[in-house]
T-cell receptor, first 115, second 115 residues
Framework: QQPVQSPQAVILREGEDAVINCSSS?????VHWYRQKHGEAPVFLMI?????EQKGHDKISASFNEKKQQSSLYLTASQLSYSGTYFC????????????????FGTGTLLAVQP | DTGVSQDPRHKITKRGQNVTFRCDPI?????LYWYRQTLGQGPEFLTY????????KSRLLSDRFSAERPKGSFSTLEIQRTEQGDSAMYLC?????????????FGPGTRLLVL
C-alpha cells in the first residue's frame, strides 16, 4: 500500500538536475510532495490532483499520471538548499470517487547536493 | 515555521510510564492529523480530527494510544504504559478542508525516546 519512490538516494553537484519518482498500487486522488531536512518537519512543496496535471514553482516542478498512478518531481539546476529527503504523500481514491483523507507517504528519496 | 506548534519537542521516558503530547494547529484549520515517523521512514498516519470529532484511527493506534481535540482547537496524544517500540518522532499536521482538496502543514514534531 505504501507508494514506492525511486531512486532511494541521489548525489548531485550544484546546478545538476534530478528526477524523483513515486509509484502507487492504488488509484489516486492526489499526490503531495514534501521535503524534510534532518531533524525537522516535512515542508510542503506542491500538490497535484487527478487529471494529469503538471505544476511548478521556481526550479521545482512535478507531474501526475493518474492512469499509471505515478508522479514525478523534477528539480532543475539544483541548489545546496535542495538537500534533504523527499517524500510523496498519496491520497487514494475513496469509494465514492473522492479522496480518502489521510496521506500515505512513500519510502523517501535522500537527495544530497554538493558544491 | 508553518504555524503549527508542538510541545514538548523532546521527551525521554522510562518504559511503562505515560506521556502526553500537545499540538496547536493553525488557528483557522478544521482538520488535525497525528503521524508517527521512525528513522529512515516516511510519516505513518495515526489518527485525524475534523473539528472536535475523531473520524479515523489507524490500526497502528493500539489501545494504549488515545487522542483528543476538545473544542476543536489544540489536540493531545497520550501514550499509556510506553514501550521501547514507541520511540519515534510524533508529528502533528493541520489543514483547512471543505472536501478532498487540502494541504497539510506539519509541526516540528515531538521526539520520544523510551528507555
Amino acid at each position: 500500500q505504501q507508494p514506492v519512490q525511486s531512486p532511494q538516494a541521489v548525489i548531485l553537484r550544484e546546478g545538476e538536475d534530478a528526477v524523483i519518482n513515486c509509484s502507487s498500487s492504488k488509484a489516486l486522488y492526489s499526490v503531495h510532495w514534501y521535503r524534510q531536512k534532518h531533524g525537522e518537519a516535512p515542508v510542503f512543496l506542491m500538490i497535484l490532483l487527478k487529471g494529469g496535471e503538471q505544476k511548478g514553482h521556481d526550479k521545482i516542478s512535478a507531474s501526475f499520471n493518474e492512469k499509471k498512478q505515478q508522479s514525478s518531481l523534477y528539480l532543475t539546476a539544483s541548489q545546496l538548499s535542495y538537500s534533504g529527503t523527499y517524500f510523496c504523500g498519496t491520497k487514494p481514491l475513496g469509494g465514492y470517487g473522492g479522496a480518502t483523507n489521510k496521506l500515505i507517504f512513500g519510502t523517501g528519496t535522500l537527495l544530497a547536493v554538493q558544491p | 515555521d508553518t504555524g503549527v506548534s508542538q510541545d514538548p519537542r523532546h521527551k525521554i521516558t522510562k518504559r511503562g510510564q505515560n506521556v502526553t503530547f500537545r499540538c496547536d494547529p493553525i488557528s483557522e484549520h478544521n482538520r488535525l492529523y497525528w503521524y508517527r515517523q521512525t528513522l529512515g521512514q516516511g510519516p505513518e498516519f495515526l489518527t485525524y480530527f475534523q473539528n472536535e470529532a475523531q473520524l479515523e484511527k489507524s490500526r497502528l493506534l493500539s489501545d494504549r494510544f488515545s487522542a483528543e481535540r476538545p473544542k476543536g482547537s489544540f489536540s493531545t496524544l497520550e501514550i499509556q504504559r510506553t514501550e521501547q517500540g514507541d520511540s519515534a518522532m510524533y508529528l502533528c499536521a493541520s489543514s483547512f478542508s471543505t472536501g478532498g482538496f487540502e494541504t497539510q502543514y506539519f509541526g516540528p514534531g515531538t521526539r520520544l525516546l523510551v528507555l
